[in-house]
């Protein structure tokens, strides 16, 4: 099931249902490419649109650029208009004069290994897959060697550059945003998870691929190295561990073993990210605090010691309680043990409440009726089940600490 920003009009409504419909409709043709190989051989090259056509069965809506118009449209990739460089290539600003739209040109690097089976996942996911919490895909180039993707332009960059790498003229992120943030994030990974059939695992959540519009709405980017999930009761098995360390879930950096909880596991970094700010693996740390989650797992233990896990760029304003019940959202989301994880559905239901887009009353279908100053924050039956699942696991693990005493 999938939920919608609550300031939608009902005429909104109704489209975003049919056009929600629709896709859904549509993603079961991703299942014809769950495992698809490309050759990387030259001649196998030239016939990329042939195959994006074929596995995408008439469904792709992005359009094909030519590499001229993408020189145009980023003057001649001029270093003027870099927004960023990742593992696979550089990402420029263009305008497409003719649609009259900005938009990121991502040119894959030509020596990027499995490129082409990576530019072929991401075009053909992000044609079929449609959320408001997913980047759109405007169009791509496959000229001659050139692999490029081009993005609707996301004018606020990413949550990385708001969070971890922040520039003396940006403010930090305040808490409701950073709640809001963490809110749509988790919808789009429920969209993929739970409504996208085949469900997708998008396997490299982090930061930087959360990109941020000019409302601070975000939304998912880089679909190259999802993976389609297992139907019926098989778990999905990979050979290649791939993903960002310090995000990967920690059987899957074993094992290889990837499903959807892997996913709800790079979540709860990034989650913890979100509230204390602090990089998952950061070497200019002393060593005891590089990696996060080591550095978070006792004091997600000790509620005295809560106030050292926030920001320290918040100022201190958050509501405590609301602190509380983030911290218990993360912690459940990175337990070791994969299947104890909750489903992101059950993520989104715990932020729509911390992210204000919905109180206790409306759960119960009250009136909802707030004191203008009232900045108390009151335990929403979802957000209830978390913090008392944690304190569960607490005091089990105060027993058994006695115990071994
Ligand atoms: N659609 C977009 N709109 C605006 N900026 C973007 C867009 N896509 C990417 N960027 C910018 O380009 C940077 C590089 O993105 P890219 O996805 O190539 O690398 P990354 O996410 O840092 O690393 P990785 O290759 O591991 O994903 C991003 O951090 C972001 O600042
Ligand atoms: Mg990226």
Same mark, same amino acid.
């Given at each position: 099931?999938?939920?919608?920003?609550?300031?939608?009009?009902?005429?909104?409504?109704?489209?975003?249902?049919?056009?929600?419909?629709?896709?859904?409709?549509?993603?079961? &043709?991703?299942?014809?490419?769950?495992?698809?190989?490309?050759?990387?051989?030259?001649?196998?090259?030239?016939?990329?649109?042939?195959?994006?056509?074929?596995?995408?069965?008439?469904?792709?809506?992005?359009?094909?650029?030519?590499?001229? /118009?993408?020189?145009?449209?980023?003057?001649?990739? @001029?270093?003027?208009?870099?927004?960023?460089?990742?593992?696979?290539?550089?990402?420029?600003?263009?305008?497409? =004069?003719?649609?009259?739209?900005?938009?990121?040109?991502?040119?894959?690097?030509?020596?990027?290994?499995?490129?082409?089976?990576?530019?072929?996942?991401?075009?053909?996911?992000?044609?079929?897959?449609?959320?408001?919490?997913?980047?759109?895909?405007?169009?791509?180039c496959s000229d001659g060697d050139q692999r490029?993707?081009?993005?609707?332009?996301?004018?606020?960059?990413?949550? =990385?550059?708001?969070?971890?790498?922040?520039?003396?003229?940006?403010?930090?992120?305040?808490?409701?945003?950073?709640?809001?943030?963490?809110?749509?994030?988790?919808?789009?990974?429920?969209?993929?998870?739970?409504?996208?059939?085949?469900?997708?695992?998008?396997?490299?959540?982090?930061?930087?691929?959360?990109?941020?519009? =000019?409302?601070?709405?975000?939304?998912?980017?880089?679909?190259?190295?999802?993976?389609?999930?297992?139907?019926?009761?098989?778990?999905?098995?990979?050979?290649?561990?791939?993903?960002?360390?310090?995000?990967?879930?920690?059987?899957?950096?074993?094992?290889?073993?990837?499903?959807?909880?892997?996913?709800?596991?790079?979540?709860?970094?990034?989650?913890?990210?979100?509230?204390?700010?602090?990089?998952?693996? @950061?070497?200019?740390?002393? &060593?005891?605090?590089?990696?996060?989650?080591?550095?978070?797992?006792?004091?997600?233990?000790?509620?005295?010691?809560?106030?050292?896990?926030?920001?320290?760029?918040?100022?201190? /304003?958050?509501?405590?309680?609301?602190?509380?019940?983030?911290?218990?959202?993360?912690?459940?989301?990175?337990?070791?043990e994969a299947s104890t994880r909750p489903l992101?559905?059950?993520?989104?239901?715990?932020? =729509?409440?911390?992210?204000?887009?919905?109180?206790?009353?409306?759960?119960?279908?009250?009136?909802?009726?707030?004191?203008?100053?009232?900045?108390?924050?009151? &335990?929403?039956?979802?957000?209830?089940?978390?913090? &008392?699942?944690?304190?569960?696991?607490?005091?089990? @693990?105060?027993?058994a600490n006695r115990e071994r005493d």
């Amino acid at each position: 099931m999938i939920c919608f920003s609550c300031c939608l009009s009902s005429e909104d409504k109704i489209q975003t249902t049919n056009s929600l419909k629709k896709s859904i409709q549509d993603t079961k &043709s991703i299942s014809s490419f769950a495992n698809i190989s490309i050759k990387t051989d030259s001649s196998r090259r030239r016939y990329i649109v042939e195959e994006i056509e074929k596995y995408g069965k008439g469904n792709i809506s992005a359009q094909t650029f030519t590499f001229n /118009d993408l020189a145009l449209a980023t003057k001649n990739f @001029d270093s003027e208009c870099l927004l960023g460089e990742g593992g696979f290539g550089k990402v420029y600003k263009g305008h497409i =004069e003719r649609k009259n739209i900005d938009v990121a040109v991502k040119q894959l690097d030509r020596n990027g290994f499995q490129g082409n089976r990576e530019f072929l996942v991401e075009v053909l996911l992000l044609s079929l897959l449609h959320h408001p919490n997913l980047v759109t895909l405007e169009g791509f180039c496959s000229d001659g060697d050139q692999r490029i993707l081009v993005y609707e332009f996301m004018s606020n960059g990413s949550l =990385e550059d708001h969070l971890l790498e922040l520039t003396p003229e940006k403010r930090p992120l305040d808490w409701i945003t950073r709640m809001r943030i963490a809110e749509g994030a988790a919808r789009g990974l429920e969209y993929l998870h739970e409504t996208a059939n085949p469900s997708v695992i998008y396997r490299d959540f982090k930061a930087s691929n959360i990109l941020l519009d =000019e409302n601070f709405n975000p939304k998912l980017s880089d679909f190259g190295l999802a993976k389609l999930g297992p139907t019926g009761e098989k778990t999905h098995v990979s050979t290649r561990v791939m993903g960002t360390y310090g995000y990967c879930a920690p059987e899957y950096a074993s094992t290889g073993q990837l499903t959807t909880k892997s996913d709800v596991y790079s979540f709860g970094v990034v989650f913890l990210e979100i509230i204390t700010g602090r990089r998952v693996i @950061d070497s200019s740390r002393p &060593s005891e605090e590089q990696n996060l989650v080591v550095w978070a797992i006792p004091l997600f233990r000790d509620k005295k010691k809560f106030h050292l896990m926030a920001d320290p760029l918040l100022g201190g /304003d958050y509501p405590m309680k609301a602190m509380y019940q983030a911290l218990a959202i993360a912690a459940m989301c990175l337990q070791e043990e994969a299947s104890t994880r909750p489903l992101m559905s059950d993520v989104v239901t715990a932020l =729509e409440f911390l992210s204000g887009n919905k109180t206790d009353l409306e759960a119960e279908g009250g009136e909802e009726e707030v004191a203008e100053d009232d900045h108390t924050f009151k &335990s929403p039956p979802a957000l209830q089940s978390f913090t &008392s699942r944690l304190e569960r696991a607490e005091s089990n @693990d105060t027993n058994a600490n006695r115990e071994r005493d």
